[in-house]
Each structure stands twice: as C-alpha cells, then as structure tokens.
C-alpha cells in the first residue's frame, strides 16, 4: 500500500499563503477586538450625573401628576365649554383625558372639587389678564381698573384669559343658586366700585356693567352687531373711563 505524501507540501503551500492574510486579519482587527470591551465596560459604568438612557421602544413612560392635573382641568374646560357646566361629570372628564377614573379621583375627589379646581384656575388666569393691563396703562391711572375689566372680559383673542370657560361659569351662576353663592364672592374683587366720589364711581360701574352686557350678549347670541358697531361700543365704553373725572 502507498503513501501519499505529496499533498502535504502543497497544504504548507497554503498555509504559507494562507499566514500573511492571517497575519493582515489580526493587525486590522485586534485593536478593535481590545477595544470593545472598554467601551462596554465604560457603558455600563455610567458616570454620576450623566442623562439616563432612554427607554426601549414600546416602553410608556408615566406621566408626572402635574401633568395629569392639567389635562384634566382642560378636558374639564373643554367639556364645560362646548356643553356646559352639567356636562362636567367625572366619567366625562377621564375620558376626554384619556386617564381612568382613579386616576382623575387621585386628584379631585368629586365633581366639586374639580368645579373648584376649574373655577379657581380660570379666575386665577383672569386676574393675569387684568394685572397685565393695569400694568400696561399706568400712564393712565383714571378709570385704569374699569378699562382693564372691560377688555378682560370681551377679550376672546387670549387663551390664558380663559374668557369662555368664565363665561360658562358666570352663565351657571345665573340658573343654580348653589353655584352662584359659591363662587361669587371671588368674583366681587373686580367687580367693586373704585374708591372714588360717587358720580366718577358710579360712571365706572357703568361701564364695567355695559362691558358685562357685552359678552353675555354674546353667550347668548341675541345681539346681532356688525364688528364695526361692537368696536364703536367698546370705543366709546373706554372713552367713559377716561372721562370718569
């Protein structure tokens, strides 16, 4: 029987060629194979301070109560707006959140104290809006608060007057007696006379009054004005305050 030797040259032939790609593989790669590890032990070893990574795909993060809060408040004020203070229900309102109703109770326990909520929010947002006219007209301190209560209240340009939620609160006081003692009292802070001789007094009331007839005019839609009357009407309403002296 034969031996067949001959083969093994031709396998140290390729083993020779064969050494240098070797050797071209590791000199290219290695560095790279060391460095690997460093990096992944730096990335598991985040430094004090450093930003938390970023959740996995799919993961839902949990709102902060803060932001819960106010977007129930707003589902309440949309809902209010567009079908009434009644319309308000807890059911009504976590479902316009897109929140359970747990999580609506975690922070109103019933539709009172979410109406309270509602009601001090927008009241708070309206007396921004008067602060920031006062504040823009202290060149013209004479009839300043009546001016500022006039175009507060007919302002419908402004979201963070929260005019048409007020609207719809003030129009409820109308019809519930409930409602009515319980959130009129706030309301007298802008509405009470100016500490003035009564004949300039009372020529501010009435135009705070009239700026009143103004939008409850509009709540109820009985008043058919062209845009240039109603600027004609707010014109001449200012022109009262100024001349309330």
Request: aromatic share 4%.
């Amino acid at each position: 029987m034969k031996n067949t030797p001959a083969k093994a040259p031709a396998d140290a032939a390729d083993h020779a060629e064969a050494t240098p790609q070797l050797r071209a593989t590791s000199t290219v790669h290695a560095p790279d194979a060391v460095q690997r590890p460093a990096a992944r032990t730096r990335a598991s070893a985040p430094e004090i301070g450093a930003a938390s990574p970023a959740p996995a795909s799919g993961t839902r993060r949990k709102k902060a109560p803060v932001q819960v809060r106010a977007q129930l408040l707003q589902a309440a004020s949309e809902i209010a707006t567009d079908h009434g203070v009644p319309a308000v229900t807890l059911d009504a309102v976590a479902e316009r959140a897109g929140v359970t109703k747990g999580a609506l109770q975690y922070h109103f326990a019933n539709k009172q104290g979410l109406l309270d909520a509602l009601f001090g929010q927008t009241l708070e947002r309206f007396e921004h809006q008067m602060e920031a006219r006062l504040a823009a007209d202290h060149d013209n301190a004479q009839g300043a608060r009546a001016r500022a209560y006039l175009h507060s209240s007919i302002d419908e340009m402004s979201p963070a007057a929260s005019t048409n939620v007020l609207r719809v609160l003030v129009a409820a006081m109308m019809t519930d007696p409930e409602i009515r003692e319980r959130y009129a009292a706030p309301m007298r802070k802008w509405t009470r006379p100016d500490p003035l001789p009564l004949d300039q007094a009372a020529r501010l009331m009435i135009c705070r009054l009239a700026a009143d007839g103004l939008w409850i005019s509009d709540l109820l839609g009985y008043q058919d004005m062209s845009p240039e009357m109603r600027e004609e009407v707010v014109r001449q309403i200012e022109q009262m305050t100024l001349n309330a002296a």
